[in-house]
Protein backbone atom coordinates (compact mmCIF):
# COMPACT_ATOMS: atom_id res chain seq x y z
CA UNK A 1 0.00 0.00 0.00
CA UNK A 2 2.81 2.43 0.87
CA UNK A 3 4.56 2.16 -2.60
CA UNK A 4 1.35 3.99 -4.06
CA UNK A 5 1.26 6.35 -1.92
CA UNK A 6 5.16 6.88 -2.02
CA UNK A 7 4.64 7.00 -5.59
CA UNK A 8 3.14 10.33 -5.11
CA UNK A 9 5.99 11.70 -3.48
CA UNK A 10 8.05 10.45 -6.56
CA UNK A 11 5.47 12.07 -9.16
CA UNK A 12 5.82 15.59 -7.20
CA UNK A 13 9.46 15.38 -7.58
CA UNK A 14 8.94 14.93 -11.49
CA UNK A 15 6.96 17.45 -11.59
CA UNK A 16 9.00 19.90 -9.98
CA UNK A 17 12.00 18.72 -11.28
CA UNK A 18 12.81 22.26 -13.23
CA UNK A 19 11.78 24.24 -10.13
CA UNK A 20 14.22 21.91 -8.02
CA UNK A 21 16.76 22.29 -10.96
CA UNK A 22 16.35 25.71 -10.96
CA UNK A 23 17.28 26.63 -7.22
CA UNK A 24 20.63 24.36 -7.27
CA UNK A 25 21.83 26.47 -10.51
CA UNK A 26 20.74 29.77 -8.27
CA UNK A 27 22.43 28.21 -5.75
CA UNK A 28 25.20 27.64 -7.54
CA UNK A 29 25.61 30.90 -8.76
CA UNK A 30 25.51 32.48 -5.73
CA UNK A 31 28.39 30.39 -4.62
CA UNK A 32 28.32 31.77 -1.12
CA UNK A 33 30.63 31.08 1.97
CA UNK A 34 30.14 30.03 5.12
CA UNK A 35 28.17 32.21 7.23
CA UNK A 36 27.07 34.63 4.66
CA UNK A 37 24.87 32.56 2.40
CA UNK A 38 22.12 35.49 2.50
CA UNK A 39 21.25 35.15 -1.25
CA UNK A 40 21.08 31.13 -1.21
CA UNK A 41 19.21 30.39 1.67
CA UNK A 42 16.63 32.88 1.14
CA UNK A 43 16.27 31.33 -2.53
CA UNK A 44 15.74 27.82 -0.54
CA UNK A 45 13.45 29.69 2.49
CA UNK A 46 11.38 31.65 0.35
CA UNK A 47 11.09 28.35 -2.01
CA UNK A 48 9.98 26.40 0.97
CA UNK A 49 7.77 29.03 2.20
CA UNK A 50 5.63 29.24 -1.19
CA UNK A 51 4.95 25.74 -1.20
CA UNK A 52 3.59 25.89 2.20
CA UNK A 53 5.94 26.11 5.03
CA UNK A 54 6.28 28.30 7.96
CA UNK A 55 9.38 29.66 8.20
CA UNK A 56 12.04 30.47 11.47
CA UNK A 57 14.97 32.24 10.08
CA UNK A 58 18.04 33.57 12.10
CA UNK A 59 18.43 30.01 14.14
CA UNK A 60 21.28 29.80 16.56
CA UNK A 61 22.99 32.97 15.95
CA UNK A 62 22.89 32.60 12.39
CA UNK A 63 21.35 34.72 10.10
CA UNK A 64 21.64 32.15 7.70
CA UNK A 65 20.11 29.55 9.00
CA UNK A 66 16.35 28.60 9.35
CA UNK A 67 13.60 25.93 9.54
CA UNK A 68 10.88 25.39 7.48
CA UNK A 69 8.38 23.48 9.09
CA UNK A 70 4.52 22.25 7.62
CA UNK A 71 1.63 19.69 8.91
CA UNK A 72 1.25 18.52 12.41
CA UNK A 73 1.86 15.41 14.67
CA UNK A 74 4.02 12.84 14.88
CA UNK A 75 6.47 11.58 13.23
CA UNK A 76 8.84 14.42 12.53
CA UNK A 77 10.65 13.94 10.08
CA UNK A 78 13.65 16.32 9.09
CA UNK A 79 15.51 16.59 6.00
CA UNK A 80 18.97 18.60 6.17
CA UNK A 81 20.05 21.16 3.59
CA UNK A 82 23.25 22.91 2.92
CA UNK A 83 24.22 25.65 0.60
CA UNK A 84 27.81 26.98 1.13
CA UNK A 85 30.42 27.14 -1.24
CA UNK A 86 34.07 26.61 -0.79
CA UNK A 87 37.07 29.52 -1.51
CA UNK A 88 39.06 29.02 -4.22
CA UNK A 89 37.25 26.84 -6.37
CA UNK A 90 35.32 28.95 -8.71
CA UNK A 91 34.66 27.40 -12.34
CA UNK A 92 32.40 27.67 -14.91
CA UNK A 93 29.98 24.67 -16.06
CA UNK A 94 32.48 23.86 -18.16
CA UNK A 95 34.75 20.54 -18.67
CA UNK A 96 38.12 22.70 -18.90
CA UNK A 97 39.24 24.60 -15.89
CA UNK A 98 37.67 28.31 -16.42
CA UNK A 99 37.27 30.42 -13.43
CA UNK A 100 34.28 32.24 -13.38
CA UNK A 101 34.77 35.95 -13.21
CA UNK A 102 31.84 36.99 -10.87
CA UNK A 103 34.32 35.64 -7.38
CA UNK A 104 36.61 33.09 -6.27
CA UNK A 105 34.34 30.72 -4.38
CA UNK A 106 32.59 27.56 -6.36
CA UNK A 107 30.51 24.77 -5.50
CA UNK A 108 33.49 22.59 -5.17
CA UNK A 109 31.51 20.26 -2.63
CA UNK A 110 27.98 20.08 -4.21
CA UNK A 111 25.88 21.73 -1.35
CA UNK A 112 23.85 23.77 -3.64
CA UNK A 113 22.63 19.88 -5.26
CA UNK A 114 22.47 18.87 -1.65
CA UNK A 115 20.14 21.75 -0.25
CA UNK A 116 17.97 21.33 -3.22
CA UNK A 117 17.63 17.94 -3.11
CA UNK A 118 16.61 17.78 0.05
CA UNK A 119 13.83 20.62 -0.83
CA UNK A 120 12.47 18.26 -3.60
CA UNK A 121 12.45 15.70 -0.72
CA UNK A 122 10.71 17.69 1.71
CA UNK A 123 8.13 18.78 -0.94
CA UNK A 124 7.60 15.50 -1.80
CA UNK A 125 7.02 13.55 1.61
CA UNK A 126 4.47 16.84 1.95
CA UNK A 127 2.62 16.06 -1.20
CA UNK A 128 2.70 12.36 -0.24
CA UNK A 129 1.53 12.95 3.54
CA UNK A 130 -1.10 14.95 2.31
CA UNK A 131 -2.19 12.40 -0.65
CA UNK A 132 -2.41 9.77 2.11
CA UNK A 133 -4.52 11.96 4.92
CA UNK A 134 -2.08 11.15 7.13
CA UNK A 135 -0.38 12.85 10.01
CA UNK A 136 3.20 13.90 10.33
CA UNK A 137 5.79 16.80 10.76
CA UNK A 138 8.36 17.59 7.79
CA UNK A 139 11.26 19.96 8.59
CA UNK A 140 13.84 21.40 6.28
CA UNK A 141 16.77 22.40 8.76
CA UNK A 142 18.29 25.59 6.84
CA UNK A 143 22.17 24.67 7.75
CA UNK A 144 24.92 26.66 7.13
CA UNK A 145 28.29 26.86 6.97
CA UNK A 146 29.04 23.12 6.58
CA UNK A 147 32.34 23.86 5.35
CA UNK A 148 34.76 24.90 7.85
CA UNK A 149 32.00 26.19 10.29
CA UNK A 150 30.06 23.66 11.38
CA UNK A 151 26.76 25.64 11.88
CA UNK A 152 24.48 22.08 12.57
CA UNK A 153 26.81 22.25 16.18
CA UNK A 154 25.47 25.54 16.95
CA UNK A 155 21.68 24.73 15.88
CA UNK A 156 22.32 21.07 17.69
CA UNK A 157 24.04 22.90 20.66
CA UNK A 158 20.26 25.17 20.97
CA UNK A 159 18.13 21.54 20.79
CA UNK A 160 16.93 22.33 17.25
CA UNK A 161 17.42 18.85 16.03
CA UNK A 162 15.86 17.87 19.28
CA UNK A 163 12.18 16.75 18.69
CA UNK A 164 12.60 14.52 15.21
CA UNK A 165 11.73 11.01 14.94
CA UNK A 166 14.38 10.96 12.22
CA UNK A 167 16.53 12.90 9.97
CA UNK A 168 17.86 12.44 6.62
CA UNK A 169 21.22 14.03 5.02
CA UNK A 170 22.06 13.06 1.62
CA UNK A 171 25.96 13.99 -0.28
CA UNK A 172 26.68 14.34 -3.68
CA UNK A 173 29.54 11.99 -4.64
CA UNK A 174 30.88 9.35 -7.18
CA UNK A 175 28.38 6.20 -6.32
CA UNK A 176 24.77 5.46 -5.64
CA UNK A 177 24.36 3.80 -2.48
CA UNK A 178 24.04 4.62 1.95
CA UNK A 179 26.83 5.93 3.50
CA UNK A 180 27.88 3.36 6.43
CA UNK A 181 30.13 3.70 8.48
CA UNK A 182 31.36 6.71 10.95
CA UNK A 183 33.09 10.65 9.60
CA UNK A 184 35.95 12.23 11.87
CA UNK A 185 35.27 14.39 14.83
CA UNK A 186 37.32 17.57 14.77
CA UNK A 187 38.02 20.75 16.40
CA UNK A 188 38.80 23.97 14.58
CA UNK A 189 40.37 27.24 15.61
CA UNK A 190 42.60 30.59 14.87
CA UNK A 191 45.80 30.92 16.93
CA UNK A 192 46.88 34.02 16.91
CA UNK A 193 50.12 35.38 18.45
CA UNK A 194 51.31 38.74 19.43
CA UNK A 195 54.94 40.01 19.12
CA UNK A 196 56.59 43.26 18.98
CA UNK A 197 57.53 45.22 15.99
CA UNK A 198 60.87 46.41 15.17
CA UNK A 199 63.00 47.51 12.26
CA UNK A 200 64.31 44.21 10.82
CA UNK A 201 68.00 45.34 10.32
CA UNK A 202 68.49 48.44 12.56
CA UNK A 203 66.86 46.94 15.36
CA UNK A 204 65.88 43.14 15.60
CA UNK A 205 67.13 42.92 19.12
CA UNK A 206 63.77 44.58 19.76
CA UNK A 207 61.58 42.65 18.40
CA UNK A 208 59.68 39.77 18.87
CA UNK A 209 58.15 37.98 16.05
CA UNK A 210 54.35 36.61 15.99
CA UNK A 211 55.54 34.97 12.69
CA UNK A 212 58.36 32.79 14.27
CA UNK A 213 55.82 31.79 16.87
CA UNK A 214 53.46 30.18 14.21
CA UNK A 215 56.42 28.56 12.59
CA UNK A 216 57.69 27.13 15.86
CA UNK A 217 54.00 25.98 16.60
CA UNK A 218 53.84 24.45 13.73
CA UNK A 219 57.37 22.80 13.42
CA UNK A 220 55.49 21.32 17.20
CA UNK A 221 52.98 20.05 15.40
CA UNK A 222 55.26 17.90 12.67
CA UNK A 223 57.08 16.15 15.07
CA UNK A 224 53.51 15.65 17.25
CA UNK A 225 52.24 13.93 14.30
CA UNK A 226 54.08 10.43 14.25
CA UNK A 227 52.45 10.08 18.38
CA UNK A 228 49.00 10.08 17.42
CA UNK A 229 46.28 7.14 16.87
CA UNK A 230 45.52 5.85 13.30
CA UNK A 231 43.34 8.13 11.18
CA UNK A 232 43.87 11.48 13.28
CA UNK A 233 45.03 14.54 10.92
CA UNK A 234 45.77 17.39 11.89
CA UNK A 235 45.73 20.59 9.16
CA UNK A 236 46.50 23.90 9.41
CA UNK A 237 46.85 27.34 7.00
CA UNK A 238 48.83 30.23 7.82
CA UNK A 239 46.32 33.12 7.59
CA UNK A 240 48.73 35.78 8.66
CA UNK A 241 52.30 35.74 8.73
CA UNK A 242 52.98 39.82 8.42
CA UNK A 243 53.09 42.04 5.37
CA UNK A 244 56.74 42.99 4.63
CA UNK A 245 60.50 41.16 5.85
CA UNK A 246 61.89 44.33 6.72
CA UNK A 247 59.25 44.35 9.68
CA UNK A 248 59.10 42.26 12.34
CA UNK A 249 55.84 40.86 12.39
CA UNK A 250 53.77 42.10 15.66
CA UNK A 251 51.03 39.73 14.85
CA UNK A 252 50.61 36.36 13.42
CA UNK A 253 47.65 33.69 12.79
CA UNK A 254 46.96 30.38 12.24
CA UNK A 255 44.26 28.08 11.10
CA UNK A 256 44.24 24.80 12.46
CA UNK A 257 42.00 21.59 12.42
CA UNK A 258 42.11 18.55 14.52
CA UNK A 259 40.60 15.45 13.53
CA UNK A 260 39.66 11.82 14.97
CA UNK A 261 37.24 9.20 14.70
CA UNK A 262 35.90 9.88 18.52
CA UNK A 263 35.22 13.25 19.85
CA UNK A 264 37.61 12.17 23.05
CA UNK A 265 40.29 11.48 20.69
CA UNK A 266 39.81 15.01 19.60
CA UNK A 267 39.69 16.55 23.38
CA UNK A 268 43.22 14.86 23.35
CA UNK A 269 45.26 15.83 20.32
CA UNK A 270 43.82 19.12 21.02
CA UNK A 271 45.23 19.55 24.31
CA UNK A 272 48.53 18.77 22.86
CA UNK A 273 48.26 21.13 20.15
CA UNK A 274 47.42 24.03 22.56
CA UNK A 275 51.30 22.70 24.71
CA UNK A 276 52.26 23.40 20.75
CA UNK A 277 51.50 26.59 20.95
CA UNK A 278 51.84 27.26 24.57
CA UNK A 279 55.66 26.31 23.63
CA UNK A 280 55.89 28.59 21.08
CA UNK A 281 54.70 31.76 22.60
CA UNK A 282 57.89 30.76 25.41
CA UNK A 283 60.15 30.22 23.15
CA UNK A 284 59.98 33.10 21.22
CA UNK A 285 58.00 35.59 23.90
CA UNK A 286 55.26 36.37 22.43
CA UNK A 287 51.81 35.93 23.45
CA UNK A 288 48.78 34.21 22.05
CA UNK A 289 44.94 33.72 22.08
CA UNK A 290 42.99 31.26 21.11
CA UNK A 291 39.76 31.65 18.69
CA UNK A 292 37.83 28.73 18.61
CA UNK A 293 35.69 28.16 15.88
CA UNK A 294 34.00 25.40 16.48
CA UNK A 295 33.89 21.19 17.82
CA UNK A 296 32.18 18.61 16.17
CA UNK A 297 31.19 14.84 16.88
CA UNK A 298 31.64 11.62 14.54
CA UNK A 299 28.52 10.56 12.68
CA UNK A 300 26.45 7.83 14.75
CA UNK A 301 24.86 5.83 11.92
CA UNK A 302 21.43 4.16 12.78
CA UNK A 303 21.09 0.56 11.30
CA UNK A 304 17.53 0.37 10.84
CA UNK A 305 17.13 3.76 7.99
CA UNK A 306 20.58 2.85 6.53
CA UNK A 307 18.47 -0.66 5.67
CA UNK A 308 15.69 1.57 4.75
CA UNK A 309 17.87 3.71 2.37
CA UNK A 310 19.04 1.19 0.81
CA UNK A 311 15.62 -0.94 -0.04
CA UNK A 312 14.60 2.81 -1.32
CA UNK A 313 17.14 3.56 -3.49
CA UNK A 314 16.96 -0.38 -5.15
CA UNK A 315 13.01 0.67 -5.36
CA UNK A 316 13.57 3.99 -7.19
CA UNK A 317 16.63 3.13 -9.17
CA UNK A 318 20.16 4.74 -9.85
CA UNK A 319 20.02 8.39 -11.58
CA UNK A 320 19.26 8.51 -15.32
CA UNK A 321 22.24 10.79 -17.34
CA UNK A 322 21.25 11.61 -20.94
CA UNK A 323 23.39 12.13 -23.35
CA UNK A 324 24.54 15.78 -22.32
CA UNK A 325 25.49 14.38 -19.17
CA UNK A 326 27.45 11.55 -20.33
CA UNK A 327 29.54 13.57 -23.44
CA UNK A 328 30.34 16.05 -20.64
CA UNK A 329 31.79 13.43 -18.36
CA UNK A 330 33.73 11.95 -21.16
CA UNK A 331 35.34 15.10 -21.97
CA UNK A 332 35.87 16.26 -17.79
CA UNK A 333 37.57 12.71 -17.33
CA UNK A 334 40.57 14.28 -19.38
CA UNK A 335 40.93 16.33 -16.64
CA UNK A 336 41.33 13.02 -13.84
CA UNK A 337 44.43 11.38 -12.67
CA UNK A 338 44.36 7.85 -13.03
CA UNK A 339 45.50 8.07 -9.91
CA UNK A 340 42.50 9.57 -8.48
CA UNK A 341 40.41 7.61 -10.33
CA UNK A 342 42.48 4.40 -9.02
CA UNK A 343 41.94 6.35 -5.61
CA UNK A 344 37.77 6.47 -5.89
CA UNK A 345 37.98 2.67 -6.74
CA UNK A 346 39.83 1.95 -3.18
CA UNK A 347 38.34 4.41 -0.66
CA UNK A 348 35.01 4.02 -1.80
CA UNK A 349 34.55 0.38 -2.65
CA UNK A 350 33.31 0.42 -6.04
CA UNK A 351 33.27 -3.13 -7.54
CA UNK A 352 35.55 -4.02 -10.09
CA UNK A 353 32.14 -4.39 -12.42
CA UNK A 354 32.24 -0.59 -12.90
CA UNK A 355 36.03 -0.14 -13.71
CA UNK A 356 34.91 0.72 -17.84
CA UNK A 357 32.32 3.25 -16.56
CA UNK A 358 32.63 6.90 -16.26
CA UNK A 359 29.67 7.32 -14.67
CA UNK A 360 27.99 5.17 -11.29
CA UNK A 361 24.64 4.44 -13.20
CA UNK A 362 23.87 1.52 -10.87
CA UNK A 363 22.49 1.08 -7.17
CA UNK A 364 25.31 -0.41 -5.40
CA UNK A 365 25.08 -3.31 -3.25
CA UNK A 366 26.16 -3.05 1.21
CA UNK A 367 29.58 -3.71 0.57
CA UNK A 368 31.38 -5.88 2.28
CA UNK A 369 33.07 -3.41 5.05
CA UNK A 370 32.25 -0.16 6.54
CA UNK A 371 32.99 3.12 4.70
CA UNK A 372 36.88 4.38 6.40
CA UNK A 373 36.08 7.85 8.29
CA UNK A 374 37.65 9.94 5.53
CA UNK A 375 36.24 13.03 6.15
CA UNK A 376 34.03 15.54 8.48
CA UNK A 377 30.97 16.73 8.92
CA UNK A 378 28.59 18.05 10.87
CA UNK A 379 25.85 16.30 10.29
CA UNK A 380 27.59 14.14 13.41
CA UNK A 381 26.19 16.44 15.85
CA UNK A 382 22.40 16.09 14.83
CA UNK A 383 23.33 12.20 14.20
CA UNK A 384 23.39 12.46 18.31
CA UNK A 385 20.33 14.47 18.69
CA UNK A 386 18.18 12.17 16.61
CA UNK A 387 18.29 9.32 14.38
CA UNK A 388 20.06 10.27 11.32
CA UNK A 389 21.18 8.22 8.52
CA UNK A 390 22.98 9.59 4.91
CA UNK A 391 22.73 8.69 1.64
CA UNK A 392 25.51 9.20 -1.63
CA UNK A 393 24.48 9.50 -4.65
CA UNK A 394 25.99 9.83 -8.27
CA UNK A 395 26.57 13.45 -9.15
CA UNK A 396 30.08 13.35 -10.67
CA UNK A 397 32.55 11.20 -12.86
CA UNK A 398 34.42 8.41 -10.70
CA UNK A 399 37.60 9.69 -9.26
CA UNK A 400 36.48 13.45 -9.70
CA UNK A 401 38.62 15.02 -7.15
CA UNK A 402 37.02 16.56 -3.85
CA UNK A 403 37.15 20.08 -3.40
CA UNK A 404 37.96 21.35 -6.85
CA UNK A 405 36.74 23.18 -9.73
CA UNK A 406 36.11 19.60 -11.71
CA UNK A 407 33.44 18.84 -8.77
CA UNK A 408 32.03 22.75 -8.66
CA UNK A 409 31.49 22.17 -12.06
CA UNK A 410 30.08 19.21 -12.26
CA UNK A 411 27.36 20.18 -10.30
CA UNK A 412 26.27 23.43 -11.75
CA UNK A 413 24.82 21.00 -14.73
CA UNK A 414 23.11 17.83 -16.09
CA UNK A 415 25.46 15.37 -13.96
CA UNK A 416 25.00 17.03 -10.94
CA UNK A 417 21.04 17.74 -11.45
CA UNK A 418 20.03 13.77 -12.54
CA UNK A 419 22.00 12.68 -9.09
CA UNK A 420 20.16 15.48 -7.03
CA UNK A 421 16.51 14.44 -8.26
CA UNK A 422 17.12 10.81 -7.47
CA UNK A 423 18.18 11.96 -4.26
CA UNK A 424 15.49 13.49 -3.26
CA UNK A 425 13.31 10.74 -4.62
CA UNK A 426 15.09 7.81 -2.32
CA UNK A 427 15.13 10.11 0.49
CA UNK A 428 11.19 10.94 -0.09
CA UNK A 429 10.40 7.51 0.15
CA UNK A 430 12.20 6.61 2.82
CA UNK A 431 10.43 9.36 4.74
CA UNK A 432 7.60 7.97 3.65
CA UNK A 433 8.06 4.67 5.17
CA UNK A 434 9.19 6.12 8.45
CA UNK A 435 5.69 7.98 8.70
CA UNK A 436 3.69 5.15 7.67
CA UNK A 437 5.32 2.08 9.76
CA UNK A 438 5.23 2.50 13.24
CA UNK A 439 7.07 -0.50 14.40
CA UNK A 440 9.63 0.34 12.13
CA UNK A 441 10.06 3.79 13.50
CA UNK A 442 10.12 1.92 16.78
CA UNK A 443 13.55 -0.08 15.78
CA UNK A 444 15.27 3.19 14.47
CA UNK A 445 14.07 4.91 18.18
CA UNK A 446 15.44 1.35 19.74
CA UNK A 447 19.03 1.63 17.33
CA UNK A 448 19.12 4.92 18.37
CA UNK A 449 18.87 4.67 22.06
CA UNK A 450 21.26 1.59 22.36
CA UNK A 451 24.06 3.21 20.75
CA UNK A 452 23.64 6.60 22.40
CA UNK A 453 23.59 4.50 25.53
CA UNK A 454 19.99 6.93 26.13
CA UNK A 455 22.35 9.69 27.48
CA UNK A 456 21.24 13.23 26.05
CA UNK A 457 23.48 15.25 23.75
CA UNK A 458 26.13 16.96 24.84
CA UNK A 459 27.55 19.69 22.67
CA UNK A 460 31.63 19.55 22.04
CA UNK A 461 31.54 24.05 21.47
CA UNK A 462 32.61 25.70 24.65
CA UNK A 463 29.33 27.07 26.57
CA UNK A 464 29.64 30.58 25.72
CA UNK A 465 31.04 30.35 21.82
CA UNK A 466 29.71 32.15 19.25
CA UNK A 467 29.25 31.37 15.52
CA UNK A 468 32.37 31.93 13.97
CA UNK A 469 30.69 35.40 11.63
CA UNK A 470 34.28 36.78 11.18
CA UNK A 471 36.14 33.64 9.44
CA UNK A 472 34.92 34.61 6.30
CA UNK A 473 34.16 38.50 6.92
CA UNK A 474 36.03 41.42 6.02
CA UNK A 475 39.18 40.89 8.51
CA UNK A 476 41.21 37.86 7.03
CA UNK A 477 44.56 38.66 8.65
ZN1 LIG B 1 33.26 19.55 1.54
ZN1 LIG C 1 30.24 18.61 1.43
Known sequence: ??????????????????????IAHEV???????????????????????????????????????????????????????????AGVSQEALPYRQKRESGDAGHGCGHNLLGAGAFGAAIGLKRALEAAGLPGTVKYFGCPAE????????????????DCDACFDWHPDQINRPSVGTTLANNAANFVFHGCSAHAAADPHLGRSALDAVQLMNMGVEFLREHVSQGARVHYVITGGGQQPNVVPPRAKVWYLVRSVQRA?????????????SGAAKMTDTTYEVDMLKAIYNVLPNGPMTDLLFDCFERVGPPEFGKEAREFARQIAENISAEQRESAFRGRQIPDELRDKLLCDVVLPRPPKEDEPRGSTDVGDVSWCCPTARLRVACQVIGTPGHSWQYAAQAGMEIGYAGMLTAAKVMAEAAFEVATDERLLDRIKGDFKERTGGRPFESALQPDQKPALHQFGAEQG
Not at 10 to 18: E, F, G
Not at 31 to 51: F, I, M, N, P, V
Open 1 to 22: MSSVRATEAMRCIDQHADLIRG
Open 28 to 86: WNYAELALHETRSAQCLAGALQDKGFELEVGVADMPTAFVATWGSGRPVIGFLGEYDAL
Open 147 to 162: ENLSGKAFMAREGVFD
Open 265 to 277: EVDDLWERVLQCA
